[in-house]
């Protein structure tokens, strides 16, 4: 192999080593994480599905090399009777640089993903981050920690809607 044939071939195998740029990030944990689904059936007979996701340590996009030590925690509650959509809420908790607590309705965007077959749970997980940052102090939100937070919320929101929409399940909002 002439020179610039070998050079030529040590440039193509080192650019295939670097690692792929693509739209997804990566999100690491130092330190505990947990996720929880847990669905119980209550006295009127309605369904309370509670997801729950939390992580305590540093957080590390590790495309964009950002560290950040911290905790957060975040429990998204859903109850349907039957076809009704009694309530749908995420409470999200963060400790840090800056601590915070917020709480907010989430029905139009559960009614979304369970209803429309063109939203999916990444719109979701987007959504409610967008939701969450909306309802804290300006510059809160880190976007590391935005990025792990959209990531459960989709993850966790597929497995929660997932059983609806199988079931053929159509949500409708509460009855007056």
Do not use: H
């Amino acid at each position: 192999m002439n020179p610039f044939g070998t050079i030529t071939l040590a440039a193509v195998l080192a650019l295939a080593a670097l690692p792929a740029r693509g739209g997804a990030e990566t999100v690491r944990i130092v330190g505990g994480e947990g996720t929880s689904l847990i669905a119980a059936t209550t006295g009127d007979g309605s369904v309370r599905t509670v997801a729950a996701a939390s992580f305590d340590g540093m957080v590390a996009n590790v495309e964009g090399g950002t560290r950040l030590l911290g905790a957060a925690r975040f429990v998204m509650t859903t109850v349907v009777s039957g076809n009704e959509l009694k309530s749908a809420t995420i409470a999200y908790t963060q400790s840090g640089r800056r601590d915070v607590t917020v709480t907010i309705d989430i029905d139009p965007c559960w009614f979304e993903l369970v209803n429309d077959r063109d939203f999916t749970a990444e719109d979701f997980g987007a959504d409610i981050r967008e939701k969450v940052e909306a309802a804290m102090p300006e510059g809160t939100l880190d976007r590391t920690i935005g990025t792990w937070l959209a990531q459960r919320l989709s993850l966790l929101a597929a497995r929660m809607a997932v059983p609806l929409v199988k079931s053929g399940t159509l949500l409708v909002p509460p009855r007056g």
